[in-house]
């Protein structure tokens, strides 16, 4: 079975400061994906950003990119210039095969940005 | 569209009482899933369909749960004879699935249950 930890329960950063989320992950598998998602205080969960396994390269969505150690099974986000309305919880996933709903979810970092 | 609905938006119950809690995904979506999702913690899989076929059921559901999607449209989860640990945020996700690893989640705001 995958595990997906997130180490920091809670993080803040100021305005336009840039923050790194961590988010390590245990799988004997080689064909994975990994997401970063977002949930605000509304609770509606939406995606940030996703990372095919087979994939070097980090992906990167406008101010968010991902540093993904395939060997060291990490995945960190880094959010940079950071909002206000970046404020939420953030959830890291780990997806085996092609059912994006079927993920294993860590416990999230809440991040709270401060003016 | 306006995304994935879900109703009610709370819900309160007493210890045995049966509750029923609905999702409408976005129109287009084949896939739909449901989540339970405690305080303080990741969303956990319960079920998911494709089109009106329940294909897999988590650990998690037990007896006392049963989910429908009866046209592959909206879908219903059901709880009976509920118990405080029952109580959580319910969260319903659909999706466009291929099973071509390119599938995006679209979340609803969920139901939280509250079990007394």
């Known amino acids: 079975a995958q595990t997906v930890t997130q180490s920091q329960p809670e993080m803040s950063v100021q305005e336009a400061e840039t923050v790194t989320l961590s988010c390590t992950y245990d799988?004997?598998?080689?064909?994975?994906?990994l997401f970063w998602y977002k949930q605000p205080p509304s609770r509606q969960m939406i995606l940030v950003i996703r990372q095919e396994a087979y994939k070097q390269q980090n992906a990167t969505e406008n101010r968010f990119s991902v540093n993904f150690q395939k060997a060291a099974k990490s995945f960190s986000l880094k959010i940079s210039d950071s909002q206000l309305g970046d404020t939420a919880m953030y959830f890291c996933a780990f997806m085996k095969g092609a059912n994006a709903g079927k993920s294993t979810f860590g416990d999230g970092t809440t991040l709270t940005v401060k003016p | 569209d306006t995304g994935v609905s879900q109703n009610p938006r709370h819900k309160i119950t007493k210890r045995g009482q049966n509750v029923t809690f609905r999702c409408d995904p976005i129109?287009?979506?084949?896939?739909l899933y449901w989540y339970r999702q405690t305080l303080g913690q990741g969303p956990e899989f319960l079920t998911y369909?494709?089109?009106?076929?329940?294909?897999?059921k988590s650990r998690l559901l037990s007896d006392r749960f049963s989910a429908e999607r009866p046209k592959g449209s909206f879908s219903t989860l059901e709880i009976q004879r509920t118990e405080q640990g029952d109580s959580a945020m319910y969260l319903c996700?659909?999706?466009f699935g291929r099973g071509q690893g390119n599938e995006k989640l679209f979340f609803g705001s969920g139901t939280q249950l509250s079990v007394l």
């Open positions: 996700a659909s999706s």
């Open positions: 129109s287009e979506h084949n896939r």
């Open positions: 799988t004997s598998e080689s064909n994975y994906y």
């Open positions: 369909f494709q089109n009106e076929a329940q294909l897999e």
